[in-house]
């Protein structure tokens, strides 16, 4: 550990603040002491150069297109474990040891994914064609009237429960708001199918259980189906301290209910600079049409007098290819091989755009590659998923990751309320 000497050149003083060496990366200067020891504080809008917090949940390194959960490469994690097996390893910190723990594991998620009659009843309560983000965040937070004993979480099994709870409720959560956004019955969630399966199962089933069969004879929902969202959810599981991370982090600080702090989240998530970058990304391929198209986007996206941006590209922790936008770049041609088939009109304007801005100087000097977002939407498109669900996944991939940074934090008896200052400009 060292340390940093900084001068105040107006009045000469000097102060020392301790170095923290940190696992992975670079250095952190302690600077939580530097108002009560300087009388100043620092000044970091958008946080870039900022740590809130100590976490062991996600590793980035940005400029090495480097990401870890729980100190393991994504590229293994995803080749070795499914979903629920990542989940059980965020939120205990051990994935299961073999098959027998993984599929336990899963089955009690599954056992815990039907709602209480009387929060399905909430959905009736919202407008059809209302963006399913929105039905979600409000019936998450509804979700806690149902849970209210998690407000008071003191043993490791009261964690576990509200962290299961909600993982394995969120895909029954995301299915209703779709199907009540197009008016179409609910599906409850069959406990014969894993989870994954499930969720595909409760958006694509008609009453009664019923699926449509292909000419085969054979159930629409394929085991390749259920690889590639398991793939796209684990790809999502946890990334730092992004927007909705740190939302969930800030507003459980205070000490409310669980489940009104990811429900915050979850309208952190919906920004388009955010988790709802991978429906704005599709919506913009549709814009462009065709490849012709394409050098002239990238003069617009690159025009400083207007706002508009290549959406599915540039992220504040990576200057070179994030890792995830690799994984699933290469998820997307193998499905395309083993017959997922790709739309290959978006596909290919997907792929132009990369080539175009990959070697234009606009994005090359500003580290602007794509992200986890930008090819996404094309493999939900292949699945079947409504472009308004694309968000709505992002949330179930991620819920793992939410409820392990909840509970680094609440479990820290060192953590405090998060109370920024201000840089004061009024009168
Ligand atoms: N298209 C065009 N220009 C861009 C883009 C883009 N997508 N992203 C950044 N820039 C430019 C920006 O205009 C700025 O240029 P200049 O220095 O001349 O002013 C420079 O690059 C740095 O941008 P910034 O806004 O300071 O970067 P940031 O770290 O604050 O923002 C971002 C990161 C992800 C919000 C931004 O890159 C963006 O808006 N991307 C498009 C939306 C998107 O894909 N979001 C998903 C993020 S990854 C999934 C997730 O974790 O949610």
């Known amino acids: 550990m060292g340390t940093v000497t900084l001068i105040n050149n107006e009045t000469g003083e000097k102060?020392?603040?301790?170095?923290?060496?940190?696992?992975?990366?670079p250095k952190a200067i302690d600077f939580s002491k530097l108002f009560e020891t300087a009388g100043i504080f620092s000044y970091d809008p958008g946080y870039g150069s900022t740590a809130g917090c100590k976490s062991t949940v996600s590793y980035i390194n940005g400029k090495e297109g480097q990401l870890l959960y729980k100190g393991i490469p994504i590229q293994e994690i995803v080749e070795k474990y499914n979903f629920t097996d990542v989940a059980k390893l965020l939120i205990t910190g051990e994935a299961p040891k073999d098959k027998?723990?993984?599929?336990a594991f899963d089955l009690e998620l599954r056992h815990r994914s039907f709602l209480h009659e009387g929060l399905i009843n909430i959905f009736s309560a919202f407008p059809d064609n209302a963006h399913p983000m929105a039905n979600l965040s409000s019936a998450v937070a509804a979700l806690s009237t149902f849970h209210f004993d998690h407000k008071e979480m003191e043993e490791e099994n009261d964690?576990?429960?509200?962290?299961r709870r909600i993982i394995a409720k969120i895909t029954t959560l995301v299915a209703f708001s779709y199907r009540n956004a197009i008016g179409a019955p609910f599906i409850y969630p069959d406990v014969s199918r894993n989870y994954v399966e499930n969720f595909l199962y409760m958006l694509r089933a008609y009453p009664g259980g019923h699926l449509k069969h292909t000419l085969k004879g054979e159930e629409e929902i394929t085991d390749l189906e259920v690889e590639a969202m398991n793939k796209i959810f684990v790809l999502h599981a946890d990334h730092g301290q992004n927007a909705s991370t740190t939302t969930v982090r800030n507003v459980a600080s205070t000490g409310v209910h669980p489940y009104a702090a990811i429900s915050a989240g979850i309208n952190a998530l919906w920004g388009p600079a955010h988790g709802g970058a991978n429906e704005k990304v599709l919506v913009q391929l549709?814009?462009?049409?065709?490849v012709k198209n394409v050098n002239k986007f990238i003069e617009r996206v690159k025009d400083k007098s207007d706002p508009f941006r290549l959406m599915g590209f540039g992220h504040r922790v990576y200057k070179s290819y994030d890792p995830r936008a690799?994984?699933?770049?290469?998820?997307?041609?193998e499905l395309n091989k083993k017959g997922i088939k790709m739309n290959q009109r978006l596909s290919e304007i997907a792929e132009k755009l990369e080539e175009v801005a990959l070697s234009d100087d606009y994005f090359i000097q500003r580290g602007l590659y794509p992200n986890v977002d930008f090819y996404s939407g094309i493999?939900?498109?292949a699945l079947k998923i409504p472009v308004p669900l694309f968000t709505p996944i992002f949330v179930i991939g991620r819920m793992p990751g939410w409820c392990a940074q909840l509970l680094e934090h609440v479990k820290n008896p060192q953590a405090r309320i998060t109370r920024p200052r201000q840089v004061y400009i009024g009168d």
């Open 15 to 25: 102060f020392e603040f301790d170095l923290i060496d940190c696992k992975r990366g």
């Open 100 to 103: 027998a723990e993984s599929e």
């Open 159 to 163: 964690y576990q429960t509200m962290a």
């Open 286 to 290: 549709n814009e462009i049409g065709d």
């Open 326 to 333: 690799k994984a699933i770049k290469n998820l997307k041609d």
């Open 379 to 381: 493999i939900l498109t």
